[in-house]
């Protein structure tokens, strides 16, 4: 099945959280809660942007910078474009970013 | 004994394909799929990386492989083959110093110079989560080692001279694993700070202030779980390994039978998600199945014909990432379970489970609920086995 790969900012977990409900998921017979849908998702959340500094006692001296947004990597299987609601956050990358599927270039294989 | 319909004793493998001894024509053996590359201990005892949809066939601590199933996990700590972008206090750190546990020169030593010593780095991560914290620690000069997420204070202190655990602090799901020439991957499961979106991975010398402590590092991993997956190694950022996908054995005409045994030889791991093995149809609804649901710590059995829950029984006190054999026949109007060499129950039913043609390590619809474990064994009769047979074939 032919992949390609996605990376997303989202506004907050919540936000992400529904549009990846939105992607499909069923509840079977005894209530467990599956997806319908084959892609691969990563919740990355608030990346660390710049690490923090801790004295010899780990005691904060300067706090690390987390983004204000909520990121999201997908491994989309069988699809050739984004699912309606995504597109407006997705992100395009000159590199392969700070998360990558072991083995899967993002750069070869981005929406 | 005679021979089952369907053996599989993992062994042979190509990519998209895990191979059945028997039958010989093909029909019993598995798809297979796999989104990344991954890891597995090969038959050196050395850390190997596989490529996609190539099964893994894993040797760690034994003579015969297992079939390796895990879920999709991400490795938050990076790089772990190197520490030169890791903080440090009161030490000194050089990379490539000695051959690690995937037999390259890339493990790393720590050396104190006199004080409180420790390497750290920050990532980023939920709040009030189950994580996994591991690491490869082999001795240098000095035993006792600390391994810590720093913002919740949880942590482990190994004696590296031997394998044994000195202390621990908030720290659940303790292991401490050889895997040879001195190297021990010690992990715990911790959850995450309730406010602090951060973890902080650690490595301290512990009880010891002198100059010169050594000690040795490789593999740092921090993973969303309750329990720690094989090695995702990491390079320049945070790593996810895909899930393993092992289903679809046998066919129809193979699982037409009028009566049957089931027999599973496994090591369930302690689950996140349902973990199921299961003869099935595929077919969402009526419900045809027979499933074996490995949770927390029990075996739920249960088989549907036609939505109808017709047989059920469940097998307690299943203690995870233990070797495990469970045998279900099905004939004579009798349903039973042995477990472990022992007749766990004896239910009277009517009519046999039929109508299949998989068995999967899947949920019912094959789409989900993988199996988190390894599989040393299944197999498939068109007969019901002898009360010898079944307590032969399923004594630890």
Known sequence: ?111 | MENPKLALIPSGYKSGTVYSILPTDGVGDFDFSRGSIATRVNKDGLIETVNNNVPRLDWLNSDCPSLLLEPQRTNIVYPNTSISAYSINNGFKSDNVITSPDGENNGSLVQSTGGTCAIYRSFGTATNTTYNISVFLKKGNYNNIRLQEGFTGSRIVVDLSNGTEVASNNATNKKIEDYGNGWYRVSFNYTSHPSTTIAQYSVYIEGSTASGNTFYTFGGQIEQGSYATSHIKTISNTITRQRDFSLNGGNFDLFNVSELSLFADVTNFKRDATSYITLTNGVNNPINMVRLDYTQNSILIRWYNNGTNTFGYNINSVITNQRNKLLLSFGNNQAKTYFNGILKNTTSISGIPNGFDSLSFTNRTETGGTFQGKVHEARFYDRVLTEDEAIELTTI
């Open chain 1, 1 to 111: 099945m032919e992949i390609k790969l996605g990376k997303y900012e989202f506004k907050s977990e919540e936000q992400a959280l529904n549009k990846i409900q939105d992607l499909g998921v069923d509840i079977d017979f005894e209530g467990n809660e599956y997806p319908t849908h084959k892609h691969a998702i990563v919740l990355l959340g608030h990346i660390v942007l710049e690490q923090g500094e801790y004295d010899e006692d780990l005691e904060e001296i300067k706090a690390p910078v987390l983004s204000d947004k909520y990121h999201v990597d997908v491994v989309w299987n069988g699809l050739e474009s984004h699912p309606y609601g995504w597109k407006t956050y997705s992100v395009d990358l000159e590199s392969e970013g700070m998360h990558q599927f072991a083995g899967v270039s993002y750069l070869e294989n981005k929406m």
